[in-house]
């Protein structure tokens, strides 16, 4: 069994190394496009199919049995992971994951909102969205100071054309077990619209988090208890499914 983190917009892989450590079983961390290594100007061109097809590559390319849990925008890609191996991907537990109505972008979804969590304007032109102190705070909620300097330093730019990028809600009928971890003080996804997105994904089983919008950092001993629990059910011979 081996857990498959995919990680939300304007960060990467880092952002899970705190719960990484506490985990029970082995983890792979999925790195998006226009992050980590890649060129700076690849940035510019990288749009939802990409990150649809990092996650579908990394099911692919890791052997065995996974739990995949994915935080925020990486509830966009996680479907395409669900469908490159359906047969070995056991559950998925999701992170007050972004839910939307089929076509719709996260752009489009945030609009004449209070607050946009991304610069608009930005985003239109296909530009990089960067992360700035006064987000992260906001995205944060409970932080102490530390985590959010923390925070701030592993930040990094998403993709513009990423939160234009149309969405779809292919995938989400699979049948796989999946967990809803609904983060109780979460400023970008409030409780209320973390409700609507899983019953979009057709997902009953919701865990309640005091935390905000990046519980994987500030309560990262608490989530990797979640995901510890819902792995241990399937670490039987032969990675049997649970009963009952």
Not at 133 to 151: F, I, K
């Amino acid at each position: 069994m081996r857990f498959l983190l995919i990680h939300g917009g304007t960060f990467d892989d880092r952002c899970w190394d705190r719960m990484r450590a506490q985990l029970a079983f082995p983890s792979t961390a999925v790195v998006q496009p226009g992050r980590g290594n890649n060129r700076p100007e690849e940035i510019r061109s990288v749009a939802l199919p990409d990150y649809r097809e990092t996650v579908a590559e990394a099911v692919r390319s890791t052997a065995g049995d996974l739990i995949l849990v994915a935080h925020s925008l990486a509830g966009l890609s996680v479907t395409a992971g669900i469908a490159a191996a359906p047969e070995r991907v056991r559950h998925v537990i999701l992170l007050s994951c972004a839910v939307l109505p089929e076509g719709e972008s996260v752009l489009s979804a945030i609009h004449g909102q209070p607050a946009p969590d991304v610069d608009a304007d930005a985003a239109l032109l296909g530009e990089p969205v960067a992360q700035t102190p006064e987000l992260v705070a906001r995205m944060a909620g409970e932080m102490s100071p530390e985590e959010l300097a923390y925070t701030f330093s592993i930040s990094v730019a998403e993709p513009g054309r990423v939160l234009r990028s149309p969405t779809t809600l292919t995938g989400w009928d699979a049948g796989v077990p999946a967990t809803w971890v609904r983060l109780l003080r979460d400023n970008v996804f409030t409780p209320q619209r973390q409700t609507e997105m899983a019953a979009r994904a057709g997902v009953t089983d919701i865990v309640d988090v005091d935390a905000g919008h990046l519980a994987m950092i500030s309560r990262a001993a608490e989530i990797a208890a979640i995901c510890n629990r819902v792995a241990a059910r399937y670490a039987t011979a032969g990675a049997a499914a649970p009963t009952g």
